[in-house]
């Protein structure tokens, strides 16, 4: 069964400092992958996604992911935060054959200090 | 085009009442899903569908019911509210294409007490 794993619960970064959230996906064959960004109260917003093709995505807000297929792991980066980027991030991944199932991780709340 | 579109809102229930969760969207996508965002929590998968008349279980498909009966809507049924259904609910759906794009709800805040 597909399952993604996001191993950081809560980070806390200094703003303007880099940032790296960590996603690791459980699939056989490469799956379609996401990152979706919720601020408190709020629905889910899409940051990027990865189909195929180009394993470093670029999305909104600056952010951008790198898909490793030797590592399963697609790991979400920033260079620079800034205070409004406090929320929670889910990574997410859809099976691109077969079971057609959107599976979330966890989440991993983001913190920033001053 | 609307999107997808969540209604009611915010829902207050009594334990062992019942409701449905309505779920629409106006952009002709086969796969439609049902997950459910505890306080503090990721999403669950409760439900989900890949097109009209087939439905299948997620990750925490007890005390729902859903149907498929047109491409459009995707209702979910609670059939005995409990309090552990206290939750925040969304629907999403995507075309299943290539250029696949997800669609979320605003979501349903429901209460159970």
């Known amino acids: 069964a597909q399952s993604v794993t996001q191993p950081d619960i809560h980070i806390t970064v200094s703003e303007g400092a880099s940032l790296e959230l960590r996603c690791n996906y459980s699939?056989?064959?490469?799956?379609?992958l996401f990152w979706y960004v919720q601020s408190p109260g709020q629905g889910l917003q899409l940051l990027l996604k990865?189909?195929?093709?180009?394993?470093l995505v670029q999305g909104i807000k600056g952010f951008e992911a790198e898909f490793k297929r030797s590592q399963s792991s697609f790991n979400l980066r920033k260079p620079s935060v800034h205070w409004s980027d406090a929320a929670e991030y889910f990574c997410?991944?859809?099976?691109?054959?077969?079971?057609?199932?959107?599976?979330f991780g966890t989440g991993t709340r983001l913190t920033i200090i001053p | 085009n609307a999107g997808v579109t969540q209604t009611p809102k915010f829902r207050i229930l009594k334990i062992g009442q019942s409701m449905t969760l309505q779920c629409a969207q106006d952009?002709?996508?086969?796969?439609m899903y049902w997950y459910r965002q505890d306080p503090g929590m990721g999403l669950k998968l409760i439900y989900y569908?890949?097109?009209?008349?087939?439905?299948d279980k997620g990750e925490v498909p007890n005390g729902y019911n859903v149907s498929r009966s047109t491409t459009e809507d995707f209702p979910l049924r609670l059939e005995l509210a409990a309090p552990s259904q206290t939750s925040v609910y969304f629907c999403?759906?995507?075309?299943?294409?290539?250029?696949?794009?997800?669609?979320f709800g605003e979501g349903s805040w429901l209460t159970v007490v």
């Open positions: 999403a759906s995507r075309s299943g294409d290539n250029a696949d794009t997800i669609y």
């Open positions: 699939y056989g064959a490469t799956p379609y």
């Open positions: 990865y189909f195929s093709g180009d394993t």
């Open positions: 997410a991944v859809i099976s691109n054959f077969g079971n057609e199932k959107l599976t």
């Open positions: 952009m002709n996508h086969n796969y």
């Open positions: 569908s890949v097109g009209a008349g087939i439905t």
